[in-house]
Each structure stands twice: as C-alpha cells, then as structure tokens.
C-alpha cells in the first residue's frame, strides 16, 4: 500500500552534509509514522530517527543527536534527513519506513515498521 523511494546518499568528507530525501506514495501518508534508519557493513540495522504523524515532535538515537534533523512535508509525501558534522562511523545504507503505530522504546522500531524503502547508500571518508 506504501512505497517509499530513497535519494541523497553518496559519498562526503568528515564533517560535511548531506540530505537524504524519501518519497512517499498514496494518500494516507498524514497517517505514518515515518523513520530513518541505517545499516553499517556487516552490522544489523539500527533506529537513526523518527518523527510524528503531523511532524509536530522528533526522536534521535544518542549518537546522532544534535547532528541530525528529521523532517516532513505531508503536503509533498516527503521526508527528510539533514547530516551534519557527519563522521566515518555514520557510513551506512540508510533506509525510510513507515509504521501505523508508536513505539515508546526505541529499539522495537527497527522490528516493527510496516514499510521499508530499498535504501541509498551514504558513504563519509575520513
């Protein structure tokens, strides 16, 4: 019912941006939660952020806080990701998903959205 498509990633410098973009299918965009997550090379899959139906509050894992900003445009069915201050270990496929439910511990997002993007790859050198 949702598909989402991914775009922005590629390759950075340490220290440098980057804005990830998720395009969103159907009508019912308004009614999803919308996330960003992320999977380093030989690693599992981790919660990077997620935002509320209306964009109205954000969350963050620790390590991104402060460098990262979620956001979306229901208008447009887009949400987005701003990188800054991005470092090696922020390399990763990073994924949009979308889930019809709130989930108050973070690490049972990575278990339970409804919808996956493909990914796009971001890749920070040192």
């Known amino acids: 019912q949702v598909q989402l498509v991914e775009s922005g990633g590629g390759l950075v410098q340490a220290g440098g941006s980057l804005r990830l973009s998720c395009a969103a299918s159907?009508?019912?965009?308004?009614?999803?939660?919308m996330g960003w997550f992320r999977q380093a090379p030989g690693k599992e899959r981790e919660f990077v952020a997620v935002?509320?139906?209306?964009?109205?509050?954000?969350s963050y894992r620790d390590s991104v806080k402060g460098r990262f900003t979620i956001s979306r445009d229901n208008a447009k069915n887009m949400v987005y990701l701003q990188m800054s201050s991005l470092k090696p270990e922020d390399t990763a496929v990073y994924y949009c998903?979308?889930?019809?439910?709130?989930?108050?511990?973070?690490?049972?997002?990575?278990?339970?959205?409804?919808?996956w993007g493909k990914g796009s790859l971001v890749t920070v050198s040192p």
């Open positions: 998903a979308a889930a019809s439910s709130w989930y108050t511990d973070y690490a049972r997002w990575v278990d339970g959205m409804d919808y």
């Open positions: 935002i509320t139906r209306s964009g109205g509050a954000t």
């Open positions: 159907g009508r019912t965009f308004s009614s999803y939660y």
